[in-house]
T-cell receptor
Framework: AQKITQTQPGMFVQEKEAVTLDCTYD???????LFWYKQPSSGEMIFLIY????DQQNATEGRYSLNFQKARKSANLVISASQLGDSAMYFC????????????WGAGTKLIIKP | NAGVMQNPRHLVRRRGQEARLRCSPM?????VYWYRQLPEEGLKFMVY????????ESGMPKERFSAEFPKEGPSILRIQQVVRGDSAAYFC??????????FGEGSRLTVL
């Protein structure tokens, strides 16, 4: 079974609009962390935001926020006021604390921001 | 503070040759992870090492692939007798403890 599911292979969004990238996960480990990474066309993996399973508040980092719904096992990334430079692949990843801290990755969503 | 350094950034090999990918973790980091990214896919865990020890190699193919993280020097991912299916981006990440991972820029292997 897929541990991390990103259902949107690709998205087109108008510049300045908000965008939500979906991520659902599956784990029986009570302690885990959820990550979002951005991979531009240049290929590097850029850390965006982190949410711990015990965190009470949704994580926010600048224009990025994480809509964490624990009961539904979803951790959607919200980008406010999108910019052309946001065009990239976005990956959701999970780390189960009982698993040597390796990251399990989703297949990614390709986001294209239109001017 | 230099980040995680990977080299080479791009490597081209013919089938049957050997590929060696190097990763220098961030200063003070003793945990190294290798991931492989096939085209149009997310990253897949390969191996987790601490200095001189392989902690978890459950994601690494049993044949042709090996990894080490010596007491001195970078971590090395070695692929012997490469095949076309080995063409991928190989990412290294390091952490100071079993916590946040810091990624290198990746090494892109192309097998002709």
């Amino acid at each position: 079974a897929q541990k991390i599911t990103q259902t949107q292979p690709g998205m087109f969004v108008q510049e300045k609009e908000a965008v939500t990238l979906d991520c659902t996960y599956d784990t029986s480990d009570p302690s885990y962390g959820l990550f979002w990474y951005k991979q531009p066309s240049s290929g590097e993996m850029i850390f965006l935001i982190y949410q711990g399973s015990y965190d009470q508040q949704n994580a926010t980092e600048g224009r990025y926020s994480l809509n964490f719904q624990k009961a539904r096992k979803s951790a959607n990334l919200v980008i406010s006021a999108s910019q052309l430079g946001d065009s990239a692949m976005y990956f959701c990843a999970m780390r189960e604390d009982g698993s040597n801290y390796q990251l399990i990755w989703g297949a990614g969503t390709k986001l294209i921001i239109k001017p | 503070n230099a980040g995680v350094m990977q080299n080479p950034r791009h490597l081209v090999r013919r089938r049957g040759q050997e590929a060696r990918l190097r990763c220098s973790p961030m200063k003070g980091h003793s945990h190294v992870y290798w991931y492989r990214q096939l085209p149009e896919e997310g990253l897949k865990f390969m191996v987790y090492l601490q200095k001189e020890n392989i902690i978890d190699e459950s994601g690494m193919p049993k044949e042709r692939f090996s990894a080490e993280f010596p007491k001195e020097g970078p971590s090395i991912l070695r692929i012997q007798q490469v095949v076309r299916g080995d063409s991928a981006a190989y990412f290294c990440a390091s952490s100071p403890y079993t916590g946040e991972l810091f990624f290198g820029e990746g090494s892109r292997l192309t097998v002709l």
